[in-house]
């Protein structure tokens, strides 16, 4: 079956340091892959995806490539900020429409101090 | 547009009640879902609806019941509350393409 292995958290850093969250994945078939931001007391919301082998995705100064070789899909930031804060889920699903099933990794959460 | 809503927020219920979750998007969404968010654990996926009249289970369906009545509404029941089923209850609907899910705000469920 599938599954999605995240780094563990919670991760601290200091503004404007570099962001690096681990995800790898098991999967059947091409996979999709997400990030998904929660923000305290919110829904999650889509950060970012890619659907096929080497795309990339990025949203927000956030950047993640599928990479089939390494099954991973991790995510960076260049440069954080206080309002990146927020548990970060890693996510696949293996159909391409209709009746999709969100795989989800655990969760990472992030906080940046000043 | 307000997306997708959920009610109530936060509930408290004493073993053995029962209760019903709502979800509601007003975004045409075809397929709806239901998870829960427990520490550690991520989402796991409850039950899932791929159409109005339509319901499948996922993931935990164990002690929940669902019903889609309408395109637009998505309801959980919780027919005989236990304290395993204290958790946070998300509800998502999907626009299009894979995996573009558009979450609710949550419902924090509290059983006592």
């Known amino acids: 079956g599938n599954s999605v292995t995240q780094m563990e958290g919670p991760v601290t850093l200091s503004e404007e340091a570099f962001l690096t969250i681990n995800c790898t994945y098991t999967?059947?078939?091409?996979?999709?892959l997400f990030w998904y931001v929660q923000y305290p007391g919110e829904g999650l919301q889509l950060l970012l995806k890619?659907?096929?082998?080497?795309d990339k995705g990025s949203n927000k100064g956030f950047e993640a490539t599928y990479r089939k070789e390494t099954t991973s899909f991790h995510l960076e930031k260049g440069s954080v900020q206080v309002s990146d804060s927020a548990v970060y889920f890693c996510?696949?699903?293996?159909?391409?429409?209709?009746?999709?099933?969100?795989?989800f990794g655990t969760g990472t959460r992030l906080t940046i101090i000043p | 547009n307000a997306g997708v809503t959920q009610t109530p927020k936060f509930r408290v219920l004493k073993t053995g009640q029962s209760m019903t979750l709502l979800c509601a998007q007003d975004?045409?969404?075809?397929?709806m879902y239901w998870y829960r968010q427990d520490p550690g654990m991520g989402l796991r996926l409850i039950h899932y609806?791929?159409?109005?009249?339509?319901?499948a289970k996922g993931e935990v369906p164990d002690g929940y019941n669902v019903s889609r009545l309408k395109k637009q509404n998505f309801l959980l029941g919780l027919e005989s509350a236990a304290p395993s089923q204290t958790s946070v209850y998300f509800c998502?609907?999907?626009?299009?393409?894979?995996?573009?899910?558009?979450f609710g705000p949550g419902t924090r469920l509290l059983v006592l």
């Open positions: 998502a609907s999907v626009r299009g393409g894979p995996g573009t899910q558009y």
């Open positions: 999967a059947t078939g091409y996979p999709s």
């Open positions: 609806s791929v159409g109005e009249g339509t319901t």
């Open positions: 996510a696949l699903t293996s159909s391409n429409f209709g009746n999709e099933k969100l795989t």
């Open positions: 890619a659907t096929k082998a080497d």
């Open positions: 975004m045409n969404h075809e397929y």
